[in-house]
């Protein structure tokens, strides 16, 4: 974890200081694909499976979530919702029933896929930093992230404290990097647009179910390497409590896996008609 962190600063610092465009373009890369491997720590952090001890499964996990622009415990519990209400009406982001306005859910889907749901969280951070009453609000009205204001108060308050170390943070590793405010944007667009669009990837067009509303997709080997194995999400949804380095094992011998970029490539077809209700969510006693 800490090399990753170390790495995605290197990325930083040689693009600030690129001769070529061919370099900072190749700063961009390593930046963007560690980035996704950021991510998949912060996940494993979130599933206490970062580090054996709590304590510095959660430090880790602040390290992780401050690359990625997000506190880790909001993370922690917004993923925890994710894992209860899978398919259900609440995360249909792929399907549109028939009274719905397919205007807005094509807007809200290709957004993800143009790297527009990264750019979602710095404005919600801000939002819910400086006016949390008016982020409640907006988080009920919307289903986003209303699971966090049914955790007691102190916990908002430690999600508000982890967002003005992460802005700090972030502000810090510029300033001693040299970077402008253009040069962080390219490579957090970058990064965030990667991110964004493989971010609903193994759930799109899925099956209505809480628990089995996944695929196991078959992912390039570095790339797979480099997620940590994410694209087995079915295994995980499955089996929550697995690290995700142990997601390969957990498949049957000669499973046949849908193709990562094929898949990927359907994204772009838009969401489909709902052919069915949704499933209930889950209570956190069904959980493994």
Not at 60 to 78: E, H, P, R
Not at 152 to 168: H, K
Not at 234 to 250: T, V
Request: contains cysteine.
């Amino acid at each position: 974890m800490l090399v990753d962190s170390a790495a995605l600063a290197v990325a930083l610092a040689w693009g600030a200081r690129a001769e070529s465009i061919g370099h900072l373009a190749a700063a961009v890369l390593v930046f963007a694909l560690l980035f996704q491997t950021n991510f998949a720590l912060l996940h494993e952090a979130a599933h206490r499976k970062l580090h054996s001890r709590p304590g510095w499964n959660s430090l880790l996990g602040l390290i992780c979530g401050t690359w990625f622009g997000m506190s880790y415990s909001m993370f922690a519990i917004t993923h925890l919702a994710h894992h209860l209400k899978n398919r259900t009406d609440e995360e249909m982001f792929d399907l549109y029933y028939p009274n719905d306005s397919r205007l807005k859910k094509g807007l809200v889907w290709y957004g993800m896929l143009v790297g527009l749901w990264y750019w979602t969280i710095p404005p919600a951070n801000l939002l819910l930093l400086c006016f949390p009453g008016a982020y409640r609000r907006l988080a009920e009205r919307w289903s986003i992230t209303d699971s966090l204001f049914r955790e007691p108060p102190a916990t908002l308050a430690r999600i508000r404290i982890e967002l003005l170390g992460i802005s700090a943070a972030l502000v810090a590793v510029a300033l001693a990097l040299g970077l402008s405010p253009a040069c962080l944007l390219l490579f957090y667009g970058a990064a965030g647009f990667l991110w964004s669009t493989t971010q609903y990837l193994e759930h799109a067009y899925a099956p209505r179910d809480v628990v089995n509303g996944a695929f196991n997709l078959r992912a390039p080997a570095f790339y797979s390497w480099l997620n940590l194995h994410r694209e087995l999400d079915l295994n995980h949804h499955r089996w929550p409590g697995e690290p995700w380095l142990h997601l390969p094992r957990l498949s049957p011998p000669g499973e046949r896996c849908r193709s990562y970029i094929l898949h990927y490539l359907r994204q772009w077809r838009g969401p489909r008609r709902a052919l069915e209700r949704g499933p209930p969510p889950l209570g956190r006693e069904d959980l493994m």
